[in-house]
Nanobody, 122 residues
Framework: QVQLVESGGGLVQAGGSLRLSCAAS????????MGWFRQSPGKEREFVAG???????GYADSVKGRFTISRDNAKNTVYLQMNSLKPEDTAVYYC????????????????WGQGTQVTASS
């Protein structure tokens, strides 16, 4: 069982930056692939970024070059550094964990956090 708790969301002006954190419980964090997803009102949940247990990363085209995912296995934490935020990045951001490789399908993730709101104002 893995419990995930996100933090770091907030209100920022367009062009600004935020760093989200996701703290995980459990001694096997390093073996999980981790993903960040987001969902805004009226839209489906979408994949943002993912990082494998070995550190390989993948991003949605909409955030490439602006967002960076990383992990610190010693702290059982995954991060999402978000730069050059746009109003269209406004959403609730969720972290998720799964055994195996990173995939962009949320339905394949086993554990989810409660989400943190990110609002980028124009």
């Amino acid at each position: 069982q893995v419990q995930l708790v996100e933090s770091g969301g907030g209100l920022v002006q367009a062009g600004g930056s935020l760093r989200l954190s996701c703290a995980a419980s459990g001694r096997t964090f390093s073996s999980y692939a981790m993903g960040w997803f987001r969902q805004s009102p009226g839209k489906e949940r979408e994949f943002v970024a993912g990082i494998s247990s070995s550190g390989s990363t993948g991003y949605a085209d909409s955030v490439k070059g602006r967002f960076t995912i990383s992990r610190d296995n010693a702290k059982n934490t995954v991060y999402l550094q978000m730069n050059s935020l746009k109003p269209e990045d406004t959403a609730v951001y969720y972290c998720a964990a799964k055994v195996g490789s990173v995939v962009n399908m949320g339905a394949l993730y086993d554990y989810w956090g409660q989400g943190t709101q990110v609002t980028a104002s124009s």
